[in-house]
């Protein structure tokens, strides 16, 4: 019996649609984007093999070279980058660091050859969204992964259990107040270009303005926006900006010598969304 016209359109559709999925299309939008950026080839190829095989990930990248995971991070936009501690021109704290400052939306998950405290500790200045060892068994890294890339931070759970590590968190806190220093020079998960940002925001100013003021383009201050929520576990630009202010991370006098003084100018209608 002839196809009707009607059967065709559809098998048409749904061809195409496959056809785009396997173009990285329509059918892999859910699916979670990885940079693998490890030193040793037989490790990289496990982890890489690994998230292929199982269902929700999609490899943009995998590389021991730091130059290519930045032109990778920058062309595959992955939501999170795996980074060994075993690499020839930097140790995976000092790329984790980087990486925060180039593409703060990336979610970083830091593999240690050799756990330890303080390193663990590093990871945690680092803004690393979770550090693990490559012990780690396959269900658990792919659940950090997912975890990651939804904006949660599994370092903070996995601090509870370091005792040590934790004591030094609060000593870093302590340290400067006892010293009469200002509570922005303690740890905190941002960096100084976010901070800037925060109080541009403050001030109400959209995307594109803080883009002019830092001479910076509008979607790189999304970007650096959309990873300040992320960090500090807040829903819009104003709860990141009230946080800030209650940890004295900034001022209401950030902004004073440039004529503005902070929140006390803010029109609230301004501030929303990372998008905005």
């Not at 936009?77 to 075993?86: E, I």
């Not at 931070?153 to 590590?165: A, C, H």
């Amino acid at each position: 019996m002839p196809c009707r016209k009607s059967d065709f359109c559809r098998y048409h559709a749904i061809h195409h649609t496959l056809m785009d999925s396997q173009k990285g299309g329509p059918l892999l939008d859910h699916l979670v984007r990885v940079l693998v950026v490890e030193g040793e080839a037989l490790f990289r190829r496990g982890l890489t093999t690994s998230l292929e095989a199982a269902k929700g990930f999609s490899i943009v990248g995998a590389t021991p070279d730091i130059d290519e995971a930045y032109r990778l991070a920058d062309e595959g936009s992955p939501a999170v980058a795996l980074l060994g501690t075993t690499l020839m021109d930097a140790t995976g704290i000092q790329l984790a660091t980087e990486f925060q400052r180039r593409f703060p939306a990336i979610a970083t998950i830091l593999l240690s050859h050799n756990e330890h405290d303080d390193e663990f500790f590093a990871a945690l200045r680092a803004s690393a969204a979770a550090y693990c060892g490559r012990n780690i068994d396959e269900e658990t890294l792919q659940q950090y992964i997912r975890r990651a890339a939804s904006g949660e931070y599994v370092i903070n759970e996995q601090l509870l259990s370091k005792p040590y590590v934790a004591a030094r968190v609060l000593d870093q806190f302590r340290s400067p107040l006892d010293q009469g220093q200002p509570l922005s020079a303690t740890l905190m998960p941002l960096t100084e270009r976010e901070l800037q940002i925060l109080r541009e925001i403050s001030t109400g100013h959209t995307n594109a303005q803080i883009g002019e003021d830092l001479g910076i383009s509008s979607q790189t201050v999304k970007n650096h926006v959309t990873s300040i929520l992320r960090k500090l576990a807040v829903n819009d630009r104003t709860q990141a900006v009230v946080t800030a202010l209650r940890r004295g991370w900034i001022t209401l006098d950030d902004e004073s010598e440039n004529g503005n003084s902070g929140l006390t100018s803010i029109p609230t209608s301004r501030l929303g969304s990372a998008s905005e």
